[in-house]
């Protein structure tokens, strides 16, 4: 069975941020992920994985103006000083998280500039960042999203993906393969986990159930066969990432309803 984390911007929304890491450690999880730690200081966040015995698996480097609809700054031009700002932040909140690798988001394309252009930046940006990451021994991940739920994102394929961390060259900069994002965009998604698991470059998985980005019991894939290619795969080519579980619960934000929607879990623990 894949090692699963929680991403507590999504699950138990009906509590307040930092009470989700109890509960996430009560339906026996061990490692978490989410958005953003920026609204709360380090040493809190770090005191409640500590409590609940945690691993801090994944969290985003600032994006510039998330509630002004940004998302990410890495390919923008004229936004790199503030881009390096933020990955600063984000490294510096990484090591007092003790979190081995951040996400980094790509943004959205800006009108009048060519993708040639944006792709650059975007190349420039990374190498420079990853370099940092480097010095801290942590991995930055880019990740490749679908354009009906984030319009106009400028990475939304793995081959994309691929070719931005070949063409940036730094060990320390890898893939965050979504195959919820992988279903919606490009499909095949079993046949792309073979395909790029044992490359090395991939340093996280997500999941949700497609369409709906409800419980990955719901809608058209079928994770239990996915799970059971991502054991194999990682198996045969030492792959020890996590996969994160990055969906709405159906329930909605009830009591106990994002535990009452982990019976998938359940029945992979057995
Ligand atoms: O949306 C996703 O799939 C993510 O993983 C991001 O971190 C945020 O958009
Ligand atoms: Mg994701």
């Not at 998330?66 to 004229?78: F, H, I, K, T, Y």
């Not at 060519?114 to 940006?125: G, K, V």
């Not at 329930?251 to 623990?269: E, H, I, K, M, P």
């Amino acid at each position: 069975m894949p090692r699963f984390a929680a991403n507590l911007s999504m699950l138990y929304p009906e509590l307040a941020f930092l009470d989700r890491f109890d509960a996430a450690a009560k339906d026996g999880f061990e490692g978490v992920e989410y958005l953003f730690p920026y609204d709360f200081p380090a040493a809190e966040i770090a005191a409640r994985l500590q409590a609940n015995g945690l691993q801090q698996v994944l969290f985003n480097a600032p994006p510039g103006h998330w509630e002004a609809g940004e998302r990410g700054l890495a390919c923008l031009p004229g936004r790199e000083n503030e881009f390096r700002e933020g990955i600063a932040r984000a490294l510096d909140y990484a090591a007092a998280l003790d979190c081995p690798r951040v996400h980094v988001m790509a943004g959205l394309m800006p009108s009048g500039l060519s993708r040639e252009m944006l792709e650059a930046t975007y190349i420039h940006n990374l190498r420079w960042a990853a370099g940092e990451a480097r010095k801290t021994g942590r991995d930055l991940l880019i990740e490749p999203i679908n354009t009906r739920d984030m319009p106009g994102f400028f990475l939304n394929r793995q081959d994309h993906a691929h070719a931005i961390v070949a063409a940036v060259g730094e060990p320390h900069l890898k893939v965050q393969m979504d195959l919820y994002h992988c279903q919606i965009v490009e499909g095949d998604v079993a046949m792309k986990v073979r395909e790029y698991l044992p490359t090395g470059r991939v340093g996280h998985l997500q999941i949700a159930g497609v369409p709906t980005r409800n419980e990955p019991d719901m809608g058209e894939l079928y994770h239990p066969y996915l799970f059971g290619v991502i054991d194999e795969v990682s198996a045969a080519c030492g792959w020890d990432g996590w996969v994160g579980c990055e969906y709405r619960p159906a329930r909605g934000a009830v009591v106990n309803g994002t535990t009452d929607g982990l019976g998938w879990l359940r029945a992979l623990r057995g």
